[in-house]
Nanobody, 113 residues
Framework: AQVVESGGGLVQPGGSLRLSCAPS????????ISWHRQAPGKERELVAT????????YYADSVKGRFTISRDNGKKMVYLQMNRVRPEDTAVYYC???????WGQGTQVTVLS
C-alpha cells in the first residue's frame, strides 16, 4: 500500500485523537494530501487538506477550529489532530492523494455518546 492510516479508536466527547497517514516517500515529497471521512449511511466528505509545501491548508466548516492537519518532513508523515471531538465526528477516516486519486484503507474513529 502506498498510503496507510493509523491512530483511530474510541474517544470520549470533548477528547482528542491524532490520526497518522504514512505515504510513500515519493508521494509525501511530491503531492498535497487530504483527509476525508465517511459516516454510516452518509457520503464520504472532505475534512482537511494540506499542500506539499505545508503552506496552505483547508478545513471543512464542521471541523474548523477543532482539527489541525500537518506534515512532518522528518518522519514523512501527515497528521490529523482532532480536538474537542463530537459524536458526529464518528466515521471511517481516509487519507487521500488527490493528484493520484489514491485512497488509504481507512481508520475507524468512534466518539462515544
Amino acid at each position: 500500500a502506498q498510503v496507510v492510516e493509523s491512530g483511530g479508536g474510541l474517544v470520549q466527547p470533548g477528547g482528542s485523537l491524532r490520526l497518522s497517514c504514512a505515504p510513500s516517500e515519493y508521494i509525501f515529497n511530491s503531492y498535497g494530501i487530504s483527509w476525508h471521512r465517511q459516516a454510516p449511511g452518509k457520503e464520504r466528505e472532505l475534512v482537511a487538506t494540506i499542500n506539499s509545501a505545508s503552506n496552505s491548508t483547508y478545513y471543512a466548516d464542521s471541523v474548523k477550529g477543532r482539527f489541525t492537519i500537518s506534515r512532518d518532513n522528518g518522519k514523512k508523515m501527515v497528521y490529523l489532530q482532532m480536538n474537542r471531538v463530537r459524536p458526529e465526528d464518528t466515521a471511517v477516516y481516509y487519507c487521500y492523494v488527490p493528484y493520484l486519486e489514491l485512497w488509504g484503507q481507512g481508520t475507524q474513529v468512534t466518539v462515544l455518546s
